[in-house]
């Protein structure tokens, strides 16, 4: 924008001065002329009296002098046909003036300036003065290239206020578009302060206004989340006791795990919801430990359901740059879609190795297959909520990896989760 406006006022400025300058410069070349044709004049007119009344020896002299005070050539026809002087042939403009009328033209040689002198008694007699091309222009070039200089510096004048001008406009742009993207980054607190003209200010208003609401709406859907998520604590009370009522101690303690580890996410989602912070540090895991963890608990899962399930994991610690819960969340919604989606029977395998500097876990089952815009959220085909692989793919993203959709090594659905490792403090 200050390009723009200082293009304009660049355009604006030299369309005015070109309308200014160039008939001023015309004048000052038209100013020059006159006044060497004044001073001339002047001098042929001083020689009227001594042509009318003097002899050819007397003539002769004053135009000898006249001529070489005033550096031009001074010719003096006499009605008999004697020229003194400077030794040049009658031009039409003499001849002119010989029937007695005065007057200026041009010639080759610059201007003329003929007078006829009237009163001799033998006739009518001719003055000529030839004004130089050279004392025409004197001091026009000078005039013009101070009326150019002129110029130039209102020009650079012009943008410099342009340019200041424009600052004051771009500045409270660049401040509404830095709040902007710190909105889009999270940072609800972000706020411009209104400046610039009045419309810029109507801007910076609006903008403010509608951070503060995207925060309290924010403030509110997490307050819903967290009530949400307290009333899951009362079923979860009852599964307990009902876990412990049960007789057989090795599904009593089965099902209590199950309750209490359902109930630290519910704990987790109510404090995520309740107060979002940033972490304090970089988030890092043990992608080892957790995917061991969880496939061993999905294990007793699958074996209910007569799954056979292949794990294969690289020798850890495998550190990853995601927080536990997280990737803890996300292998449990990529095994929560194998038994979601696939009849009973179907057997899978789990793979976590290390690849180019990343960690990558495979989940791939020998089911039908993948759906295909089974990864947008929100939406399933299958009768889910459609947020299961949209965690997985949020958590591979938190640690800078992706997720892969692949058709499996026998034919069933296989998801890949590209993990990479922990980011450090400088670099966060």
Known sequence: MRARLALLVAAVSVLTLIAFLVPLALLVRTVAEDRATVRATADAQSLVPVVGTADAATIRLTVEQLAAESGRPVSVFLPDGTVLGAQTPRTPAVALAARGQSLTGESAAGREVVIAVQGRADGTGV????VPQHELTAGVTRAWLVLALLGVILVLIGLLVADRLARTLVRPISDLSAVSHRLANAELDA????AGPPELREVAGALNHLATRIQVLLVQEREQVADLSHQLRTPLTALRLEAESLRDPEDAARITAAADGLERAVTGLIRQARWRHSPAGPAASDAAAIVADRVAFWSV???????AVTLDLAPGPLPVGVAADDLAAA???????????TPDGTSFAVRLAPD???VVLSVADEGPGMPVGAVRRGASAAGSTGLGLDIARRAAQAAGGRLELRTGPRGGAQVLLRLGPPTSPRQA
């Open 356 to 358: 180019a500097g990343e």
């Open 191 to 194: 706020r411009v302060t209104p």
């Open 301 to 307: 899962l699958a074996e209910d359901t007569g799954r």
């Open 331 to 341: 292998v449990d919604a990529l095994l929560g879609n194998v038994f979601a989606h």
């Open 127 to 130: 003055i000529r003065i030839v």
